[in-house]
């Protein structure tokens, strides 16, 4: 559905994107992160039509953004980042305002209303005030806006920002709902727990640059397995030695009583055991080391602080 060949775009002399090379597949759920100026808004305003790339190509539905854009646009819906509605309009009002804008009239235009009311839980409020209502039904309305004409792509940037729990997970069954029916999805948040829960694939994206992409279990096992935390007495030396048979290891801090090592395998306990005892540095205590997507993030980004970007 997204494909992006040597994408780049330039502000002056600031690079912004570095020959982006994006494959999202049709009907996938897909989520792309990064740090703060990393490049993803960049991306999504290309995808989106909104801004021209320097230099290579990017392709929605197998039009070009640049040369097809309009075709391209016709089958993208976008969540922005802000809540992008009327406030003194009624849901009903919003909805039938963009709707015409995206081209819909008459019977197809109520139609698509009252299901994005319906995807939205909002039907029983849809003749009140949007500023009378809470920041939760506000983002649900905000989704609902952006599935009006039925897009083949739906570009969500960070749509869960400042909701409560329960609108979360109504936003979460929403968006499974749409892939389920075969609506492709582009996912932008800081929350990995969003994208753990959410994404079969992720592409990290720092400083304009692709740093991995591909499914989520492939990534959290070639950049943060499980593994194991251990604590042995004796000399460090020969306790690495002892683990090394069982998987990648290292020592993280080391005393005069103990050695802490960090082994990038998840093996029992017992075997491992009796290696270090019969080294002569016995096992005291081991706690399992659980992959995540937060390892990988802070693995492949950093952790510098963004404050400037």
């Known amino acids: 559905m997204i494909e992006t060949r040597s994408l780049g775009r330039d502000y002056g002399p600031q690079v912004a994107l570095h020959a982006l090379d994006l494959h999202?597949?049709?009907?996938?759920?897909?989520?792309?992160?990064?740090?703060?100026?990393?490049?993803?808004?960049?991306?999504?305003?290309?995808?989106?039509g909104v801004l021209?790339?320097?230099?290579?190509?990017?392709?929605?539905?197998?039009?070009?953004?640049?040369?097809?854009?309009?075709?391209?646009?016709?089958l993208t819906?976008?969540?922005?980042?802000?809540?992008?509605?009327?406030e003194e309009l009624t849901p009903r009002q919003n909805l039938q305002f963009f709707g015409r804008l995206y081209g819909l009239r008459a019977e197809a235009l109520e139609s698509a209303v009252a299901r994005a009311l319906a995807?939205?839980?909002?039907?029983?409020?849809?003749?009140?005030?949007v500023?009378?209502?809470?920041?939760?039904?506000?983002?649900?309305?905000?989704?609902?806006?952006?599935?009006?004409?039925?897009?083949?792509?739906?570009?969500?940037?960070?749509?869960?920002?400042?909701?409560d729990p329960?609108?979360?997970?109504?936003?979460?069954?929403?968006?499974?709902?749409?892939?389920?029916?075969?609506t492709t999805i582009l996912y932008t948040t800081h929350y990995m727990e969003e994208v753990e829960a959410l994404c079969p694939s992720v592409a990290i994206i720092d400083h304009g640059r692709l740093m991995c992409s591909g499914p989520l279990a492939a990534l959290l096992a070639a950049h943060a397995p499980a593994g194991l935390a251990l604590v042995v007495q004796g000399?460090?030396?020969?306790?690495?030695?002892?683990?090394?048979?069982?998987?990648t290891a290292h020592i993280k801090t080391s005393s005069a009583s103990e050695t802490n090592i960090v082994l990038d395998a998840a093996v029992p306990l017992a075997p491992l055991a009796a290696a270090l005892a019969d080294a002569g540095t016995p096992l005291t205590a081991a706690s399992h080391i659980v992959s995540n997507l937060e390892q990988v993030f802070l693995k492949l980004t950093g952790r510098a602080l963004r404050d400037n970007a």
């Open 24 to 48: 999202v597949p049709r009907g996938s759920f897909f989520g792309v992160l990064g740090p703060n100026g990393a490049g993803k808004s960049t991306l999504i305003q290309i995808l989106c």
């Open 119 to 129: 995807l939205a839980d909002l039907t029983p409020r849809a003749h009140e005030p």
């Open 235 to 247: 000399n460090a030396e020969r306790a690495l030695a002892a683990v090394r048979p069982f998987g």
């Open 166 to 182: 329960q609108s979360r997970a109504h936003i979460f069954d929403c968006l499974r709902t749409m892939n389920a029916a075969g």
């Open 77 to 86: 819906g976008l969540v922005p980042q802000e809540i992008a509605l009327h």
């Open 52 to 74: 021209a790339p320097s230099r290579g190509t990017a392709h929605v539905g197998g039009h070009d953004v640049v040369l097809d854009g309009l075709a391209a646009r016709r």
């Open 131 to 163: 500023q009378r209502m809470s920041g939760g039904m506000k983002r649900r309305l905000n989704i609902a806006m952006g599935t009006l004409h039925s897009p083949q792509l739906l570009v969500c940037d960070e749509p869960t920002v400042g909701v």
